[in-house]
Structures are given as structure tokens and as C-alpha cells.
């Protein structure tokens, strides 16, 4: 581009070829395609299953369901409340989800940038020695001073919608890592529950090997005692010894699984592999079967889960990078200039006021630029973003299914574990009868040690798979939970990042007042984001 030399009608020219191009710039479109939620596959209802515990809205009354938002209240459990409370606020990995939140705030407002114009200033001084012939004769001086203040100014004009475009993939960006945290939340709760759970289900086995392991320890003193007096062969002696050792040598692993599962809970709380064992190692859980929950329909599923909505922006944010690069096929208008001072005076002349009106200059410039011979390569970036753009949407589709199966999967668990439940509480309790029964007859000398091996077996098996079942029932409901999008209101504003962090980060960089703005991404004005 080159900049015209200004006449005295230069000015008049400046206006209105200013004045042309923001109208122009005003009633531009943007080329590309505008962002359309994809259309996803979903079915009218969740399928019904025999003795399911999870009901419609409609058919039920609303005193009897689980608000799914603070879904966790529904299994009676205090420290699992307080686990879950210290793990939203300490979690490391769901600290960090919240920072990118902030990086990608930031993000917008350096794309927010790209519509205004860039305006710097600038200052210069030179001093030149140049002789020549004629100051030699002369005998002047050949120094030459020369001094400039200029504010100098750039704009490409959007026309196109180039960066009203970028600023939309930006903004959707933005808003898609917003949702990614409420996601890894959904998740956080989720793995802590299913993680307490399975805490108490190994301390529940360990007290049912103990207790079986003090039942078989009488059974082999009886055998004992009986070999002693010779009422019974050594086969039976051997026999008690042996499964009682079986017996005995499930505790370490059951130990070690409880051990696994606390440092866990405790990374998953942000603390050392030993926290939870101190803080919480003495209390007693009180896990209870959660109340009815609305499952609602399977097209809730598009406003009830975060990583839905986190799919639909990353598409909706790929979808405007194709306009972006639609606009590179077409020309781009610029404007540029500048306005300052400038004096030059030979070495032995006093300096002149430099900011004297009449020491003005100024400057107005406009041009464009047209691909001719790369358009080619341009087409085939627009077709690179399309192509991202149409696996992002079957990314979302695929998603909506996966959704639609989890909680069915989730649904299919509780009503068959329930059930089994159920049936395994009467197992339980005859089994214990058979044990009780076969041991009064091994010690009247009516039968012989096997029959009590058998029938201890079957007890412990028995209890093993209760308490097994139950749990699975409660993992069940965590993963219905977790698949209805629960634990999230819908809401979708900043989370507050902790104060010593918050500290930190002021003390390095200036932040203004972004990391107390915790306004929803949707509702901000991308020129207030970095405010």
C-alpha cells in the first residue's frame, strides 16, 4: 500500500473515503455458516423395568423425589456430604478445569481486540552527520537533527466478518470450558461417591471374613477337641485347620483393598495418601438406598448434562472457523496513518518547539489485498475446517446416544441388584441356619466335618455376594446420577477460584477484576471479559 501525499483537498478526500468504509464496515455480512444445534437421535422414554426404583415426574408426587442437583442427600451418609463437600472446594483437577475458564477469558478479549483499530506512539531523535561540498565551502555545520512525535494508527476493516467470526469461535471456546468444569464436577462427585462406597464395601467384607473367621475358629477347636478325645479322625482336624487358613488369608487383601481405596479418596480430596485414614478412618458409614428420582426423558439430557452442552459449543465454535476462512477468499480493506510532529534543523541552528502547530504531519493511507494465487490453497483450508466441523457434530450425536445408554445401563443395574438384594437377604439368613444347624450335628457326632465345610462355604459366599449386591445397588444409582447430568443445576456461572491462588496470581500478573467476575459466559459481552 501506498500512502497518498496529502493536498489540500487530501483532507475532504480522507473523510469521506473513512466515512464510505464504516459504512460499509456497518452493514457487512459474515460469510460462512451460522451455528445450528446438530439434530440428535433420541428415543420418547427410558425403557420400563420389572421393580424399578426410578419413576416419572408426571406419575408421581414431587414430595417423593431426589432433587438430582444435590443427588448425594438421598443416601443418608454425613461424611459422604463433608467428602464430597472438601473435594469440590480442594480438588486439584477440577482447580485446574477452572483456570483454563480463565485462560480462555482471557482468549476472548485478545480476539475481541482484532475490530479496533492499533493505534501506537511513537518518538524518534536523529542526529546525522552528513558533509557535503557546500558545507565545506561554506564552513558550516553537517550535523542534522531531527525529531518526531507520531501517533500511528492500523485497521483492517472487517467486512467480511473474518474476526466477528474468529470472536464467535473464541466465545463458544470460551463457554465450552466453562462447561468442561461443570463436567469434571458431575464427574469429581461421582468418583468420590463411587470411591466412599467402595470403602465401606471392603470394611463390610472384612467384618464378615472376621466373623466367620472367629465362627470357623470354634468349628476347629471342636475338631480339635474331638480328635483329642478320638471321636473323630485327623481328616476332620485337617480339614477345619485348612479352611480356616483359607479363611484368614482373605484378610490382607481385603485390608490392602480398603488401604488402595482411602489414599484415593484422599488424592481425589487434594491431600496426601494418608489424610482420609486420619480424618475420617473411625467413622461409620450410614448408606442408605436413595428415594425415587425423575429420570424425565431422554431429550433432557441436552440441557441436563454439562458435557453435552460442552459438545454442541466446541461444534459451534469449529463451525465459525470455516467463515474465517471463507473471508480469506475475498479482498480485505485496510486503513492506516498517523498524526505528530516532526522537526528538522541543521546542527548549529537553535531547536524549534517541537510540538508547534506548525510543526504538524499527518498521513491517511487506505488499500486492499486480494489472493489471486493462493486461492486454491484457501479453498482447501475452508474445507479442512468443514470437515473438523462435521466430525465435531457426529462427535455431539454420538454423545447424546452414549448418554441415552448410560442411563440405561445405570436404570437396568438397580432394578436387577435390588432385586437380588432381596432374594440375597433370604439366602443370608438360611445359610447361617444351615451352618448353625450343620455344626450342632458335627458336635453330636450325626455327621461328619465335611457337611460343616460345606455349609460355612456357603455362608460366607452367601454374605460376600449380599453385601456385594448392595453395593453394586448404590454404585448404580451413583452412575444414574452421574449420567442424568446430576449434581448441576444449569447454571453455567465462573466458580470462584480459591483466595490463596486468587493471591498468588495478583501478585504475578495484573488480573484487574477477571478473577472476581463470575458472571455466566453467556450473558457477558465479549468486551467485558477482561474487566
Do not use: C, H
Given at each position: 500500500?501506498?500512502?497518498?501525499?496529502?493536498?489540500?483537498?487530501?483532507?475532504?478526500?480522507?473523510?469521506?473515503?473513512?466515512?464510505?468504509?464504516?459504512?460499509?464496515c456497518l452493514t457487512a455480512c459474515m460469510v460462512g455458516p451460522d451455528f445450528v444445534r446438530p439434530a440428535s437421535k433420541t428415543q420418547d422414554q427410558y425403557k420400563k423395568t420389572a421393580q424399578t426404583e426410578f419413576t416419572d415426574a408426571i406419575k408421581s408426587s414431587n414430595d417423593k423425589l431426589l432433587n438430582p442437583v444435590t443427588w448425594w442427600t438421598g443416601f443418608k451418609d454425613p461424611t459422604l456430604n463433608d467428602l464430597l463437600k472438601r473435594a469440590a472446594s480442594d480438588n486439584l483437577t477440577l482447580q485446574r478445569a477452572a483456570l483454563r475458564i480463565y485462560q480462555a477469558r482471557s482468549q476472548l478479549g485478545v480476539a475481541d481486540a482484532s475490530l479496533l483499530p492499533t493505534v501506537g506512539l511513537g518518538g524518534t531523535a536523529n542526529r546525522t552527520d552528513q558533509p557535503t561540498p557546500l558545507t565545506q565551502y561554506l564552513n558550516t555545520s553537517s550535523f542534522t537533527n531531527t525529531?518526531?512525535?507520531?501517533?500511528?494508527?492500523?485497521?483492517?476493516?472487517?467486512?467480511?466478518?473474518?474476526?466477528?467470526?474468529?470472536?464467535?469461535?473464541?466465545?463458544?471456546?470460551?463457554?465450552?470450558?466453562?462447561?468442561?468444569?461443570?463436567?469434571?464436577?458431575?464427574?469429581?462427585?461421582?468418583?468420590?461417591?463411587?470411591?466412599?462406597?467402595n470403602i465401606r464395601n471392603y470394611?463390610?467384607?472384612?467384618?464378615?471374613?472376621?466373623?466367620?473367621?472367629?465362627?470357623?475358629?470354634?468349628?476347629?477347636?471342636?475338631?480339635?477337641?474331638?480328635?483329642?478325645?478320638?471321636?473323630?479322625?485327623?481328616?476332620?482336624?485337617?480339614?477345619?485347620?485348612?479352611?480356616?487358613?483359607?479363611?484368614?488369608?482373605?484378610?490382607?487383601?481385603?485390608?490392602?483393598?480398603?488401604?488402595?481405596?482411602?489414599?484415593?479418596?484422599?488424592?481425589?480430596?487434594?491431600?496426601?495418601?494418608?489424610?482420609?485414614?486420619?480424618?475420617?478412618?473411625?467413622?461409620?458409614?450410614?448408606l442408605m438406598v436413595p428415594p425415587e428420582l425423575d429420570v424425565g426423558i431422554p431429550h433432557d439430557l441436552l440441557r441436563r448434562r454439562p458435557d453435552v452442552l460442552e459438545a454442541e459449543f466446541l461444534a459451534s465454535a469449529q463451525s465459525a472457523l470455516i467463515g474465517v476462512n471463507v473471508a480469506n477468499l475475498y479482498p480485505s480493506f485496510s486503513l492506516s496513518g498517523y498524526f505528530g510532529f516532526q522537526t528538522i534543523t541543521p546542527g548549529n541552528s537553535s531547536q524549534p518547539s517541537l510540538f508547534n502547530w506548525d510543526n504538524r504531519t499527518t498521513s491517511i493511507a487506505g488499500g486492499f489485498t486480494?489472493?489471486?494465487?493462493?486461492?486454491?490453497?484457501?479453498?482447501?483450508?475452508?474445507?479442512?475446517?468443514?470437515?473438523?466441523?462435521?466430525?465435531?457434530?457426529?462427535?455431539?450425536?454420538?454423545?447424546?446416544?452414549?448418554?441415552?445408554?448410560?442411563?440405561?445401563?445405570?436404570?437396568?443395574?438397580?432394578?436387577?441388584?435390588?432385586?437380588?438384594?432381596?432374594?440375597?437377604?433370604?439366602?443370608?439368613?438360611?445359610?447361617?441356619?444351615?451352618?448353625?444347624?450343620?455344626?450342632?450335628?458335627?458336635?453330636?457326632?450325626?455327621?461328619?466335618?465335611?457337611?460343616?465345610?460345606?455349609?460355612?462355604?456357603?455362608?460366607?459366599?452367601?454374605?460376600?455376594?449380599?453385601?456385594?449386591?448392595?453395593?453394586?445397588?448404590?454404585?448404580?444409582?451413583?452412575?444414574?446420577?452421574?449420567?442424568?447430568?446430576?449434581?448441576?443445576?444449569?447454571e453455567m456461572s465462573i466458580p470462584q477460584l480459591p483466595v490463596a491462588m486468587v493471591s498468588q496470581m495478583e501478585q504475578r500478573t495484573d488480573w484487574g477484576k477477571v478473577?472476581?467476575?463470575?458472571?455466566?459466559?453467556?450473558?457477558?459481552?465479549?468486551?467485558?471479559?477482561?474487566?
Open positions: 500500500m501506498i500512502p497518498p501525499m496529502l493536498t489540500s483537498r487530501a483532507p475532504v478526500f480522507a473523510k469521506f473515503l473513512l466515512i464510505s468504509l464504516l459504512a460499509a525529531n518526531a512525535v507520531l501517533v500511528q494508527a492500523n485497521w483492517e476493516i472487517d467486512f467480511w466478518g473474518k474476526y466477528r467470526r474468529g470472536i464467535e469461535s473464541t466465545l463458544s471456546s470460551y463457554v465450552s470450558t466453562v462447561a468442561t468444569y461443570y463436567a469434571a464436577d458431575v464427574s469429581l462427585a461421582a468418583e468420590v461417591a463411587n470411591t466412599y462406597i470394611e463390610i467384607l472384612l467384618d464378615v471374613a472376621k466373623t466367620n473367621l472367629a465362627l470357623q475358629a470354634e468349628s476347629l477347636r471342636i475338631a480339635a477337641s474331638r480328635f483329642k478325645n478320638g471321636a473323630t479322625s485327623q481328616l476332620d482336624l485337617s480339614q477345619a485347620q485348612s479352611q480356616y487358613e483359607q479363611t484368614k488369608s482373605q484378610i490382607p487383601n481385603l485390608i490392602a483393598g480398603i488401604k488402595k481405596t482411602q489414599y484415593a479418596m484422599s488424592i481425589l480430596l487434594g491431600e496426601t495418601p494418608e489424610f482420609y485414614e486420619k480424618a475420617y478412618g473411625q467413622t461409620k458409614g450410614t486480494f489472493p489471486l494465487f493462493y486461492r486454491g490453497a484457501i479453498v482447501d483450508q475452508i474445507r479442512v475446517q468443514d470437515a473438523v466441523f462435521q466430525q465435531s457434530i457426529l462427535t455431539y450425536q454420538n454423545l447424546v446416544l452414549q448418554a441415552q445408554k448410560e442411563v440405561e445401563d445405570a436404570l437396568i443395574v438397580i432394578s436387577t441388584t435390588r432385586s437380588s438384594s432381596a432374594d440375597l437377604s433370604k439366602a443370608v439368613i438360611a445359610a447361617q441356619s444351615a451352618a448353625e444347624l450343620a455344626l450342632q450335628r458335627y458336635k453330636a457326632g450325626q455327621s461328619d466335618y465335611n457337611t460343616v465345610i460345606v455349609a460355612q462355604q456357603q455362608l460366607l459366599q452367601v454374605q460376600n455376594s449380599f453385601v456385594q449386591t448392595n453395593s453394586n445397588t448404590l454404585l448404580g444409582y451413583v452412575s444414574a446420577f452421574k449420567a442424568l447430568g446430576g449434581g448441576w443445576s444449569g478473577l472476581m467476575n463470575t458472571s455466566d459466559p453467556r450473558l457477558v459481552q465479549p468486551s467485558e471479559t477482561n474487566q
